[in-house]
T-cell receptor, first 111, second 116 residues
């Protein structure tokens, strides 16, 4: 079973605009991670936020985590055409390393 | 250079055949995973291994088998019992277990399996 849902399923914006994707999950977690997938390729890790953190930044990425609502958001600022990809959240819970993925958001950034 | 390699990139299987997908990593990671991805969907966990000679079923293990005889290798066999095997298969690894572990996963480039 998948841990949660991502919203929206698809997002289309113009270059230079900000893109916000949301992720909801079902159980208590140790950390939440965001990954990017270009079409037909493997996933690439973007950023990790621990359960005791509320916000984290990396370059043009900003991630927030609200454990009371079991939700996270990924903000990509000043988007570029090269940001076009699918974005997935994944959670780690319990004592192991197992990642459970959400359903993903397809982002299209148009010139 | 370090990384995780999946082969082949494309694989065609006749109905009733078993096929094996290869996954090799030189990152010295303890944990390895197999995921299945169907068009427009997220990743579903098939099997994972936290350490050599040990592995656990994921959410959709039926019709699949794995082995973990070496730290570097985690091959996946898609058996004839898997009724709908056409999908994109992704292998991943992450380092360590225990308190110092890092859970970020590194992914291979995937194998696209088609039943013909």
């Amino acid at each position: 079973s998948q841990q949660g849902e991502e919203d929206p399923q698809a997002l289309s914006i113009q270059e230079g605009e900000n893109a916000t994707m949301n992720c909801s999950y079902k159980t208590s977690i140790n950390n939440l991670q965001w990954y990017r997938q270009n079409s037909g390729r493997g996933l690439v890790h973007l950023i990790l936020i621990r359960s005791n953190e509320r916000e984290k930044h990396s370059g043009r990425l900003r991630v927030t985590l609200d454990t009371s609502k079991k939700s996270s958001s990924l903000l990509i600022t000043a988007s570029r055409a090269a940001d076009t990809a699918s974005y997935f959240c994944a959670t780690v819970a319990g004592g192991g390393n197992k990642l459970t993925f959400g359903t993903g958001t397809q982002l299209k950034v148009e010139l | 250079d370090g990384g995780i390699t999946q082969s082949p990139k494309y694989l065609f299987r006749k109905e009733g055949q078993n096929v094996t997908l290869s996954c090799e990593q030189n990152l010295n990671h303890d944990a390895m995973y197999w995921y299945r991805q169907d068009p427009g969907q997220g990743l579903r966990l098939i099997y994972y291994s936290q350490i050599v000679n040990d592995f656990q079923k994921g959410d959709i293990a039926e019709g699949y088998s794995v082995s973990r005889e070496k730290k570097e290798s985690f091959p996946l066999t898609v058996t004839s019992a898997q009724k709908n095997p056409t999908a994109f298969y992704l292998c991943a690894s992450s380092s360590g277990t225990g308190s110092g572990r890092r859970t970020e996963a590194f992914f291979g480039q995937g194998t696209r399996l088609t039943v013909v």
